[in-house]
């Protein structure tokens, strides 16, 4: 019969060896399926923008209107989608069946705020914003 100081080291060296082994496939998973992945595409916002650039992109009357007057070309706001956009999702209206609409906005680089209703085949550019405390008045309505 083994004394009690045996079985303790018996534990021990068996707790050892299982913690290796799960150390090792942790570190196996990282290698072969983690690293070098961008695991935020499945996350809603992602999904939603990458929906936004697939459609073919309108812009209101509204929307056209406030470009003007602030500076702002289509381009500018089809590169803020494609590089620097997050959706707002608090101040989205998601739960209009057909054609959500979508408050995107960029503080860092274009410094932009848009209201967009996506549908299935297109997107509109309803409402078109800066995000910084200088107000601009612009008669868009």
């Known amino acids: 019969m ?3 100081q045996e079985k303790k ?5 068996r707790l050892r060896l299982y913690l290796f082994g ?3 496939g942790c570190v196996l998973v990282y290698f072969l399926l983690i690293r070098n992945r961008d695991l935020g595409g499945w996350l809603p916002g992602n999904q939603i923008i990458g929906k936004i650039r697939s459609n073919e992109l309108l812009f209101s009357s509204n929307a056209e209107c406030m470009m003007q007057c602030l500076g702002i070309t289509r381009g500018d706001i089809k590169k803020m989608i494609d590089s ?3 959706v707002n999702m608090k101040q989205s209206n998601v739960h209009i069946s057909d054609c ?3 408050a995107l906005e960029d503080k860092d680089k274009y410094e932009l705020s848009l209201l967009v209703q996506s549908c299935d085949s297109s997107a509109t550019v309803l409402n078109v914003a800066r995000t910084t405390e200088e107000k601009t008045s612009c008669d868009c309505d």
């Open 2 to 4: 083994l004394s009690d």
């Open 9 to 13: 080291k018996a534990f021990y060296r």
């Open 84 to 86: 620097t956009a997050t």
């Open 22 to 24: 799960v150390l090792l």
């Open 100 to 102: 959500p609409i979508y």
